[in-house]
């Protein structure tokens, strides 16, 4: 696939949306038809003419892509050895490619119809948007971008004017910076044991050996005195809470006076509260 049209002969148009690609960065691309492409190939020392089939056009992909798959299906064979590929038809040489990096490989290929090579990874300066800029740039804030991009910082980075920087909303940076207001200042703290308690019901996936998925905390605000319950149900925390009050109350010999918890059902029932 590429993103040249001028590469191609016999095009046939796709009605738009028929075709979907995903492109660089996660993008979806739309493939608006398909052709041939002449080509030049450079096999020790002497060139051949040849021709690539059915290849797509995909308006700003950013990229000239080769699929290996779609070659073996036409019956091309194809060895990689050291850092070379290898392409076959007949037995006969066709073309050839030098690796680049970890798994990508440059083809020796030129359109007849351009000046310029056509490569698995040639960049050209396409116009990108915002957002995949910042992704690109780890989540950088559009500003420090645009500033780059004005300031020509970068080689490379071609902003396309027409997309504004309010479409540029990230999911990942709203949830990684999102924060809470924090905790008022000058709460209540217990001058003495028993005077104010915490209790919360938690879950767990696997059961004890007794049947038990849930469980009670109570911890006291003074002597920070924590107690655990086990559970089969969640109900079963008013009991133990009760429990614990009359416990607290005796050793200490103070009141409890205040309860703290999230508002749950469990400690909303009527008995509880009175």
Same mark, same amino acid.
């Given at each position: 696939m590429s993103h040249k049209r001028e590469f191609f002969t016999d095009f046939k148009p796709i009605p738009l949306?028929?075709?979907?690609?995903? &492109?660089?960065?996660?993008?979806?691309?739309?493939?608006?038809?398909?052709?041939?492409?002449?080509?030049?190939?450079?096999?020790?020392? $002497?060139?051949?003419?040849?021709?690539?089939?059915?290849?797509?056009?995909?308006?700003?992909? &950013?990229?000239?892509?080769?699929?290996?798959?779609?070659?073996?299906?036409?019956?091309?064979?194809?060895? +990689?050895?050291?850092?070379?590929?290898? +392409?076959?038809?007949?037995?006969?040489?066709?073309?050839?490619?030098?690796?680049?990096?970890?798994?990508?490989?440059l083809l020796q290929i030129v359109p007849s119809n351009a000046s310029s090579s056509l490569t698995a990874s040639t960049m050209p300066k396409a116009k990108n948007s915002l957002h995949l800029m910042h992704l690109r740039c780890a989540h950088l804030n559009t500003k420090a971008i645009l500033r780059m991009s004005r300031l020509e910082a970068v080689e490379g980075m071609t902003l396309d004017k027409n997309l504004e920087e309010s479409n540029c909303i990230c999911e990942g940076c709203i949830f990684g910076k999102?924060?809470?207001?924090? +905790?008022?200042?000058?709460?209540?703290?217990?001058?003495?044991?028993? $005077?104010?308690?915490? /209790?919360?019901?938690? +879950?767990?996936?696997?059961?004890?050996?007794?049947?038990?998925? /849930?469980?009670?905390?109570?911890?006291?605000?003074?002597?920070?005195?924590?107690?655990?319950?086990?559970m089969k149900k969640k109900s079963e925390a008013e009991l133990h809470l009760l429990n614990f009050i009359a416990f607290i109350e005796n050793v200490s010999g103070n009141k409890v006076q205040i309860v703290r918890t999230d508002g749950g059902g469990e400690f909303g029932s009527n008995h509880l509260k009175q």
């Open positions: 949306g028929n075709w979907k690609v995903k &492109g660089i960065g996660g993008t979806v691309l739309h493939a608006t038809g398909y052709g041939n492409i002449p080509i030049k190939s450079t096999i020790d020392g $002497q060139e051949l003419d040849g021709v690539l089939e059915d290849v797509l056009y995909v308006p700003g992909l &950013g990229a000239n892509l080769f699929s290996i798959g779609s070659t073996t299906d036409a019956g091309v064979q194809v060895t +990689f050895v050291d850092d070379s590929a290898v +392409f076959k038809k007949n037995g006969r040489k066709i073309m050839t490619g030098k690796r680049v990096g970890k798994s990508l490989y999102m924060k809470r207001t924090p +905790f008022k200042t000058g709460r209540t703290r217990a001058t003495k044991t028993g $005077q104010i308690l915490h /209790c919360d019901v938690g +879950f767990s996936p696997i059961k004890t050996p007794n049947g038990e998925s /849930c469980f009670l905390l109570i911890k006291d605000d003074f002597s920070e005195w924590t107690e655990t319950y086990l």
